[in-house]
């Protein structure tokens, strides 16, 4: 199991902008929650299906609108 978190610029708290809603509807699609923090936003998933919706979320953050997309994983226990 990984948690990925990440963020996405340009950022404005509490409007988040296409490349947000983008990003996370990509991860979503997955069947994944998509939680939003203070900080960042995160999910947990199998490293597979992370994998696949880390590269939709990149994707679909730049495509858009996105400047910058910073992403943390770490392996956790499910």
Known sequence: MLRVEFTIEPFVEGQ??????AAVAAVE???I???FGPFATEFDADEHIAAIAVSDLVRDAYAHGATHVTLHMEKVQP
Not at 16 to 21: A, D, I, W
């Open 16 to 21: 988040p902008g296409p490349h947000v809603l």
């Open 29 to 31: 699609a997955h069947g």
């Open 33 to 35: 929650n998509v939680e």
